[in-house]
C-alpha cells in the first residue's frame, strides 16, 4: 500500500504536470458557447461576424507615418473567445515598429510587400534577425520583444500580422520607459546615464 508522502508526491507531480499541459494548450480563456455576442445585441445576424474597418485602407493615399490598423476584440467584438485576430502593418520609407512585447500571443508576419529587417530578442538576450522579402513570413515568439525596420529610403512596405489572441497585447518599450511616470533617477541608473539624458528621451516622444 502506497504511502502517504509517496501519495502526496504523485499528486503534486500530477498536478504539476496538468499545469505544465495548461500553460502549453493556454490562449484566450475557452468559452462555453459557440461564440459571445454583447449583451446588449438583440439580434445577432451575419453583420456581427463581419468587420469592415479595412475597407479604409483600400485605395487611400500610402500612409505618412508607421500605422497599425487593428481587428482585435476591441474593434471587432465577434473575435472575443476565438483566439484570434489581425493587423495591418503600414511602413513609409525609413520607418520602424520600435521594439515592443505582445504578452498574451505570438505574432505571425507576413510581408506582402517591398522588405524588412526584423528581429527579436530571447529570454538569454540572444538576437535574431532577418531580412524578410515579399512572400516571407517571420514568427515573433510570445512575450519576446521584437521590432520591424524598412530600411529602404525609396520604397514603402506592406506586412499583414496573425496573433493568437482576441487581444495579444502591445507594450511598447519606448513609451513604458520614457513617457510613464518612472522617476528620472530611476531611469538614469538603470541605463547608466545622467537625468539630462533621460529627460531629453522623454521630451523626443512628446507629441
Given at each position: 500500500?502506497?504511502?502517504a508522502?509517496?501519495?502526496f508526491?504523485?499528486?503534486?507531480?500530477?498536478?504539476?504536470?496538468?499545469?505544465?499541459?495548461?500553460?502549453?494548450?493556454?490562449?484566450?480563456?475557452?468559452?462555453?458557447?459557440?461564440?459571445?455576442?454583447?449583451?446588449n445585441?438583440t439580434?445577432?445576424?451575419g453583420a456581427?461576424?463581419?468587420?469592415?474597418?479595412?475597407?479604409?485602407?483600400?485605395?487611400?493615399?500610402?500612409a505618412?507615418?508607421f500605422k497599425?490598423?487593428k481587428?482585435?476584440a476591441?474593434?471587432?467584438?465577434?473575435?472575443?473567445g476565438q483566439?484570434?485576430?489581425y493587423?495591418?502593418?503600414?511602413?513609409?520609407?525609413?520607418?520602424?515598429?520600435?521594439?515592443?512585447?505582445h504578452?498574451?500571443?505570438?505574432?505571425?508576419?507576413?510581408?506582402?510587400?517591398?522588405?524588412?529587417?526584423?528581429?527579436?530578442v530571447d529570454?538569454?538576450?540572444?538576437?535574431?534577425?532577418?531580412t524578410?522579402?515579399?512572400?516571407?513570413?517571420?514568427?515573433?515568439?510570445k512575450?519576446?520583444?521584437h521590432?520591424?525596420?524598412?530600411?529602404?529610403s525609396?520604397?514603402?512596405?506592406?506586412?499583414?500580422s496573425?496573433f493568437?489572441?482576441?487581444s495579444?497585447?502591445?507594450v511598447?518599450?519606448?513609451?513604458?520607459l520614457?513617457?510613464?511616470?518612472?522617476?528620472?533617477?530611476?531611469?538614469?541608473?538603470?541605463?547608466?546615464?545622467?537625468?539630462?539624458t533621460?529627460?531629453?528621451?522623454?521630451?523626443?516622444?512628446k507629441?
Amino acid at each position: 500500500m502506497a504511502s502517504a508522502s509517496s501519495t502526496f508526491k504523485f499528486l503534486s507531480l500530477l498536478a504539476a504536470l496538468f499545469a505544465v499541459a495548461e500553460m502549453a494548450i493556454s490562449g484566450d480563456p475557452d468559452i462555453l458557447s459557440d461564440f459571445v455576442a454583447p449583451l446588449n445585441l438583440t439580434t445577432v445576424d451575419g453583420a456581427f461576424f463581419t468587420f469592415t474597418g479595412m475597407r479604409a485602407l483600400v485605395g487611400a493615399p500610402p500612409a505618412s507615418a508607421f500605422k497599425v490598423s487593428k481587428a482585435s476584440a476591441a474593434e471587432f467584438p465577434a473575435l472575443i473567445g476565438q483566439s484570434v485576430s489581425y493587423a495591418v502593418l503600414q511602413f513609409p520609407a525609413g520607418t520602424t515598429n520600435p521594439p515592443h512585447t505582445h504578452p498574451r500571443s505570438a505574432e505571425l508576419l507576413f510581408l506582402v510587400d517591398g522588405s524588412l529587417q526584423v528581429g527579436f530578442v530571447d529570454t538569454t538576450n540572444k538576437l535574431f534577425t532577418q531580412t524578410l522579402q515579399t512572400g516571407d513570413m517571420f514568427i515573433f515568439p510570445k512575450g519576446l520583444v521584437h521590432f520591424q525596420y524598412n530600411a529602404d529610403s525609396q520604397n514603402s512596405a506592406l506586412a499583414f500580422s496573425a496573433f493568437g489572441s482576441a487581444s495579444a497585447g502591445t507594450v511598447s518599450l519606448p513609451t513604458t520607459l520614457f513617457a510613464t511616470s518612472i522617476d528620472d533617477n530611476i531611469l538614469a541608473k538603470a541605463f547608466k546615464t545622467d537625468v539630462a539624458t533621460v529627460q531629453a528621451l522623454k521630451a523626443g516622444l512628446k507629441p
